[in-house]
């Protein structure tokens, strides 16, 4: 990816628009008993598109903002969303990515790692309650959600930064006829 | 050049884990900080009018919801229900409070809440997008004469209490949270114990330590029991409604000493909360 002031800028709006989504809209409402969590998924796309750096460092600041503005201890959600993110990022800088399908399902994937995560840092801090078997239905339904969304999201994504993205630079500039002078 | 790419991206991701686990040890047990008092109070009013701007989509999401889920209530009937809910666990709690010649509390109109609180109406702003913790943030705060530990409640009966204030905001832990404990007792007949929540499942709480070896029968109305013991109390003023007796078989009963609660605030579609400021507690 490359940085220039006008793609942080667009990086920062999407951090910052994508927490302030999650907690006013998607985590008020709920489908099938289930509220969504997206922002693993706009986390990954992120490190999809970025690399793992990238990914770390939004996966880092849309967890401080998340833990500022819900008022826990800051560091829990920073831990969890930069793990994500950097994981996002490995992966696309190991592998090829061809299929279209790939983006979804390592939104997939990589909530249910950050649901895990979110619950291994709770313990962490100290857990003192009965977990119903309800949780698992649950973290299953984010991750279908995830799936759909983060399609919806990479594409999104995708197109706002497309002006940083490498790959598509290359893209275009291939498919670009050239013009036939005089004709 | 990319061994140095590789050694920066690994500084890099070091500093930010050590960050991270830097600022939970340093803030994990603190109400509120600084920071996040100035992030709130930037935020504050941009997620107010998110929320106000997003009401019409989320309304749209949770109609689909309801409509696969078959959820589609009686909006009158429901407010019905409320009203008569309400009127027969104050009654309940009367008659309990006029038997035990207990009056420590005068409750208001409908029974439920106690006299000496001054109500403060929040809108929800923000939920926690994890089942691991239960924390809604309310557009009230400090500001409004919120402070920690207040207890919240909505129309249906108790919600949880409030964990840390900004000026304009504040958060708060429901009683399905694990964090959560809350005394409580079983109307009529006085059985106490403390209420837990299942974590996973909104609609399942466990009232466990069951102090009496009374039997404990489904329907029940559950209430907060408010005690006071010197210093230390409970966030609770007594008999607010928290839920009923949803499963109460006697196997469990003699086993492990719970029964299973269903709370009457529906936890997952928190709108408007009301903060029970002031009062003395317990």
Redesign the interface.
């Known amino acids: 990816m490359i940085l220039t002031p006008n793609i942080l800028v667009r990086l920062v709006a999407t951090v910052v628009g994508g927490v ?14 289930v ?1 969504p ?1 997206l ?1 693993p998924a706009l986390i990954v796309v992120l490190g999809l598109l970025g690399g ?2 990238t990914g ?2 939004c996966g ?1 600041s849309a ?14 959600g ?2 969890v969303l ?1 793990a994500t993110g ?1 994981l996002a990022g490995l992966f696309r800088e190991r592998f090829e990515i061809h299929s279209p399908l790939v983006a979804p399902l390592l939104c997939m994937g990589l909530t249910l790692f950050a ?1 895990l995560g ?2 291994a ?2 313990m962490m ?12 239905r ?2 299953l339904l984010k991750c279908i959600f995830a799936f759909f969304g983060g399609w919806a999201i990479y594409v999104g994504v995708r197109r706002a930064l497309r002006p940083a993205l490498v790959d598509d630079l290359g893209g275009r500039r291939s498919g670009r006829r050239p013009r036939v002078l005089g004709a | 050049m990319y061994r140095k790419q590789v050694r920066r ?1 690994r500084a ?2 070091a500093l ?2 050590v ?15 600084g ?2 008092r100035g ?2 109070a930037i ?1 504050s009013p ?2 107010s009018v ?2 106000r701007a ?1 009401k019409p ?2 309304d749209l ?2 109609w ?2 309801e409509t ?2 078959a959820k589609g209530r009686n909006a009158r009937l429901h407010r019905e229900l409320e009203q008569v809910r309400k009127q027969a666990v104050g009654a309940q709690s009367a008659l309990a409070e006029n038997r035990q010649l207990k009056k420590l509390v005068e409750l208001d109109d409908s029974g439920a809440i106690p006299g000496g609180y001054t109500t403060v109406t929040g809108r ?10 239960a ?1 809604v ?1 309310i557009d009230v705060g400090s500001g409004d004469g919120v402070e920690v530990d207040d207890p919240v409640v909505n129309g249906d009966g108790l919600v949880g209490h409030v ?4 000026g304009g ?3 708060v832990t429901l009683i399905v949270d ?3 404990a809350v005394s409580a007792k079983i109307v009529p007949g006085g059985i106490q114990g403390v209420m ?6 909104p609609e ?1 709480l ?1 009232l466990d330590f069951l102090s009496s070896e009374k039997r404990v029968g489904k329907g029940q109305s559950v209430v907060t029991l408010g005690w006071r013991r010197g210093d230390i109390g409970s966030h609770y003023p007594p008999n607010l409604p928290i839920g009923e007796v949803d499963d109460a078989s006697l196997k469990v009963q003699e086993a492990q000493q719970q029964v299973h609660v269903r709370p009457f605030a529906d936890l ?2 928190l709108e408007l909360v009301q903060v029970l400021t002031g009062g003395s507690r317990g």
Do not use: M
Not at chain 2, 19 to 33: C, I, M, R
Not at chain 2, 124 to 133: D, K
């Open positions: 302030i989504l999650q907690l006013s809209l998607f985590s008020q409402v709920t489908l099938f008993d509220s969590d922002l793992s750096l770390a460092v880092f967890g401080l903002l998340l833990d500022c503005l819900l008022i826990v201890p800051l560091g829990g920073s831990l930069l950097y649901e979110f619950g840092v709770e801090l100290g857990f003192d309650a009965p977990v119903s078997t309800l949780i698992v649950d973290i | 991206r890099v991701l930010l884990i960050g991270s686990f830097a600022l939970l040890t340093v803030t994990y047990g603190q109400g509120s900080n920071l996040q992030v709130s935020f941009i997620q998110a929320d997003l989509a989320r999401i949770n689909f919801d696969f889920d929800v702003i923000g939920r926690s997008p994890t089942e691991w913790f924390d943030q964990a840390a204030v900004t905001s504040a958060r694990h964090s959560s837990k929540p299942s974590v996973g499942d399942d466990i997952r579609d």
